[in-house]
């Protein structure tokens, strides 16, 4: 978790070319922009797992059961105590241990990349794990929790009062420590779309308050437009931390590595002669043929990234549903480019209710469709 440099020119053009109507970018070789599928390789998300539910939970989900399992983990009601002995300690809640323990959790710069490899043995005797008094068993699964707290608000999710973790996240949070699935790929592309529309909206986007995940887009930027100097090193997690900073030439044998200028990136997205279209298209040497049945769990996050549907997010009181177009920009995927038809746009006011609904018909699986995936030739020309 930490700050990704990024190429501001290329960043500001794709923003102008933006359209919100269809939530793609406008390029002169056809419509490109990020999809399920490109959170799921770079940013490792998942897409098919449970309901993002945020929000506080009651007594009856913190201490129920049913046949003998917990609604909840414990870590999240321990989580819930320490906020509580931090606010009447410190009145803040920017960390969850005690007053001398406060720190931000905002992401830092990062020059040095090489100790991403090293992992450290964990320890139950964290100082703080102690002051609070959790029982043994539950502190590893607490300690991760609440990483994985800081890691949705200021990472995943940093939407409102960055800098600060809300409790709202605490039952995602737990249920992630827990080993739960959770889909994670659609309410974060959700928030990107929606901060696109916000700044094509405003008369003064540079004034625009709106705030999501752009690191996700800049990994993008660079997966696709070769903006970023990539790392060397090895990592083990999602591809996106390659892309560490922007470059003006070659770098530890990497080419193509383009640090653009405002009028060149303009005409650089314009053109779109240079874009990698085959990114993160799945690596066939022939013809696949899936059927969605009960055995394609493990490529179900594929087949729900090429599916239309509208993405959901449930933030606060906020209900978001933004229109998803993968045939728009199919091209990634390794199919020709085509316009079928457009999804109707939802009349009536989002409400918790009808985000599931949505949420449910977006991740169905077993439909016992059929569909092909080409396989992924290196000519750009034979997908167009």
Known sequence: ???????????????????????????????????????RILGG????????????????????????????????????????NITSTSGHSHFWAPKRYLATILPKVVENFSYFGILESWSNKHEALTFLNVPEQHRQPTYLATFLSCWLCAFAFPLKNLGCIRPIVFKPASQLASGQRISLAIPVLDSIYRGLNELSRSSTPSRSCSNFSAHYV????????????????????????AFHGASNGTSNGVSNVKKLTSVEAKAFVRSGQDINWIGNCMRNTRDRLFIDDSTLRQDADFLLSIRSCFLTLRYDNDHVVELYSPHRFSRQFGFCQNIPGALKPHLEEPSLQYLWSLFQTSTRVGTKSSFLIPACGMNNEIRS
């Open 1 to 39: 978790m930490f700050l990704y440099k990024y190429n501001s020119p290329l960043m500001q053009r794709l923003c102008e070319f933006w359209c919100p109507t269809r939530n793609t970018d406008l390029t002169g070789d056809g419509k490109a922009f990020i999809s399920l599928w490109d959170l």
């Open 45 to 84: 998300l998942p897409i098919y797992g449970a309901f993002y539910d945020v929000g506080v939970p009651t007594a009856l989900e913190l201490e129920g059961s049913k046949d003998g399992k917990q609604f909840l983990p414990p870590s999240c009601k321990y989580m819930l105590a320490t906020l509580q």
């Open 218 to 241: 800049h990994a993008w930027t660079g997966q696709y437009f070769r903006s970023h100097c990539i790392s060397v090193h090895d990592f083990v997690s999602a591809q996106m931390i």
